[in-house]
């Protein structure tokens, strides 16, 4: 069995979009990459802090998942991270209303014993910081190391980000993000200078436009599946990165063809995410469902045409 650590916030969210609004709901980059790669059979382990607020539920649902949540250290007089947001009507821009760090402010994450081998280690979107000190933990260097990171971090802790590139080997960001990362609009130019960076291979997100793979002057463009309703984009990110390192680790194949392979994945999930609040829908989806929209993946992007 494939091995995957991911290390992310395991939180509470509030979110208001334009078909409606939730009071406080599971959610956190850990919860979401764990709830995609759970779908490859692999064991992953989440590290990361929650509050004494914090439900023993929703632990139980993660572990009833085959996510193992040994790594999320719970502090009882400490209150859990929290997020409010509220979506534009394009679902593509938001505003963020309430942030509270709360138990993540002081938050040193501590790698289970039984996961400091893992062959392929996911670094959610926290400090550049306490993303090295992941890899400080580690036996070994992993045979994949995968980063997500926002333009927050690029704004003020540019430097250690810039460290923490350079011993990566897959980063993830949003268009807007790999713009103001590299300095180039272009997003070829972009992903170039970001390799130059440290990370081998790029990969550029453009929400319901897809997602594009660099490496090496090798690129691949995955579409999103169009859907007929979208009620919140919030986590889609974290579970397409999920997906993508669920893949890997399941199939131990870290080359550029698979990598292709794990884009596809990694978006199939994410398409399912954005269909109902928080993480309502990836806590249902059935392995039927999963296959049935990659073949609808795979019919969408398939064609036969003639090169004269």
């Not at 290390?7 to 509030?14: I, K, P, R, Y």
């Not at 436009?209 to 974290?238: I, Q, R, S």
Request: with cysteine; net charge negative.
């Amino acid at each position: 069995m494939g091995k995957l650590l991911a290390v992310g916030t395991v939180a509470f969210d509030a979110i208001e979009t334009p078909f409606g609004k939730t009071d406080k709901i599971l959610g956190g980059s850990g919860t979401f990459v764990g709830l995609a790669a759970s779908h490859f059979g692999v064991k992953t382990g989440v590290v990361s802090v929650v509050g004494g607020d914090f439900p023993q539920s929703y632990l139980d649902m993660m572990e009833n998942k085959g996510i193992d949540t040994k790594g999320i250290e719970i502090v009882k007089d400490g209150k859990t991270f929290f997020w409010s947001g509220k979506y534009h009507n394009d679902m593509n821009s938001r505003d963020t209303l309430v942030t509270e760090l709360n138990v993540l402010e002081h938050f040193q994450p501590v790698v289970p014993e039984e996961f400091k081998n893992a062959p392929v280690v996911m670094l959610g979107n926290l400090h550049p910081l306490t993303q090295a000190s992941v890899l400080d933990q580690m036996n070994e260097r992993p045979n994949l190391v995968v980063l997500d990171t926002m333009n927050f971090w690029m704004d003020i802790a540019l430097n250690d980000l810039h460290e923490v590139l350079k011993r990566v080997d897959v980063i993830t960001i949003n268009d807007e993000e790999a713009r103001q990362l590299s300095g180039e609009y272009s997003l070829v130019n972009a992903a170039q200078k970001i390799h130059e960076m440290g990370p081998q291979y790029v990969v550029i997100k453009k929400g319901e436009h897809g997602a594009l793979l660099f490496n090496e002057g090798n690129m691949f463009f995955a579409p999103a599946l169009p859907l007929a309703e979208v009620f919140d984009p919030t986590g889609a990110g974290d579970t397409f990165a999920g997906g993508f390192c669920g893949y890997i680790a399941k199939t131990e194949d870290i080359s550029f063809e698979n990598m292709k392979n794990a884009i596809i994945y990694g978006s199939n999930l994410a398409s399912f995410c954005v269909e109902k609040f928080g993480t309502q829908r990836m806590e249902e989806l059935t392995k039927e469902e999963v296959e049935m929209r990659l073949q609808a993946f795979k019919e969408l992007t398939q064609f036969d045409i003639e090169l004269s």
